[in-house]
């Protein structure tokens, strides 16, 4: 079964979710123009069948855009520390370590 649309986030969670909304409609403008041209333009017994395919098409982009900003977002928010870590060395060399018979 499907999960629940309206999950209870925390206060910042639902203003991130908000954000995010409001960029995502901005990014989706293009689109939204085109399932509305994509509606008006089709007689009523039309609006179903090969309409729905491209309306899914157009809503597709959506969501892709949706995701990428999503992620876009995640990559700049990283705010951890440095690795502690000291980086590799140079690797060794293919040549045998032991004395050569």
Do not use: C, N, W
Request: charged share 35%; hydrophobic share 40%.
């Amino acid at each position: 079964m499907a999960r629940s649309r309206a999950a209870h986030l925390s206060a910042e969670k639902e203003a991130e979710a908000q954000a995010l909304a409001r960029r995502i409609r901005e990014l989706a403008d293009e689109e939204l123009v085109e399932i509305a041209r994509l509606l008006v333009s089709k007689p009523e017994h039309e609006t179903f069948g090969e309409t729905e395919y491209e309306l899914r098409d157009i809503v597709l982009k959506v969501g892709a855009k949706a995701l990428e900003e999503h992620l876009r977002l995640k990559k700049t928010a990283t705010g951890g520390a440095a690795s502690i870590v000291r980086p590799a060395h140079k690797p060794p060399s293919s040549r045998a370590t032991g004395p050569s018979r």
